[in-house]
């Protein structure tokens, strides 16, 4: 078994989101399915790789792209059709997702 990941990276524009708890799952590819539920992430801006918090991983969960509801979208804090057109940028044309659920931890202060 691979190693479980310490660290997860977000866009900028969701860190707000993440901070104030609007923000609680998080949907991935196939190479980011090894998280862990229980175990603790360090998070970072994947622009510059500015740290911002900790995560507690609660679930991992598979999900198919057409299976993706109102329930995830607002759980993204958007629309069903902003989260389908943010996971189609970033992965496009993928079938096979993974729904990761977490509760901040702690921020961390620069």
Do not use: W
């Not at 708890?21 to 992430?41: A, F, H, Q």
């Not at 500015?50 to 607002?74: K, M, N, T, W, Y």
């Amino acid at each position: 078994m691979k190693n479980a990941p310490t660290v997860m990276t977000f866009f900028e524009r969701f860190e707000a989101d993440i901070l104030s708890g609007k923000k609680t799952i998080t949907i991935r590819d196939e190479s980011e399915r090894d998280y862990v539920p229980g175990s603790r992430v360090d998070v970072s801006t994947f622009e510059d790789g500015r740290g911002f918090c900790q995560l507690d991983i609660i679930s991992v969960e598979p999900i198919l792209f057409d299976d993706l509801s109102l329930f995830h979208a607002e759980q993204e804090n958007m629309t069903l059709a902003q989260l389908k057109a943010v996971i189609q940028e970033i992965y496009p044309g993928i079938e096979q997702l993974y729904v990761v659920s977490y509760k901040l931890a702690q921020r961390i202060s620069l």
